[in-house]
């Protein structure tokens, strides 16, 4: 039995899309958001674990 070969497709190149270009002196968004939230989230975790650790130390003297 004989395999037939697979055909080769050629593609044409396309153009590269540029996109829209920022106004000099202007940054674009990136959409990041304040950090303040994982900062207080984080500290709130701590808190409850030292919480709990001195309740844990209590229950056992």
């Known amino acids: 039995m004989v ?3 697979p ?3 050629e593609l044409g ?3 590269v899309p540029q996109g829209v270009p920022a106004p000099v002196g202007k940054l674009p968004k990136t959409g ?3 950090h303040m939230p994982y ?3 984080g500290a709130a975790i701590l808190a409850i674990g030292l919480l709990l650790r001195l ?3 209590r229950k056992f003297e």
Do not use: F, I, N
């Open 55 to 57: 309740k844990g130390r």
């Open 7 to 9: 055909e080769e497709l």
């Open 39 to 41: 900062y207080a989230g």
């Open 13 to 15: 190149d396309d153009p």
């Open 32 to 34: 990041e958001e304040s």
């Open 3 to 5: 395999t037939p070969k």
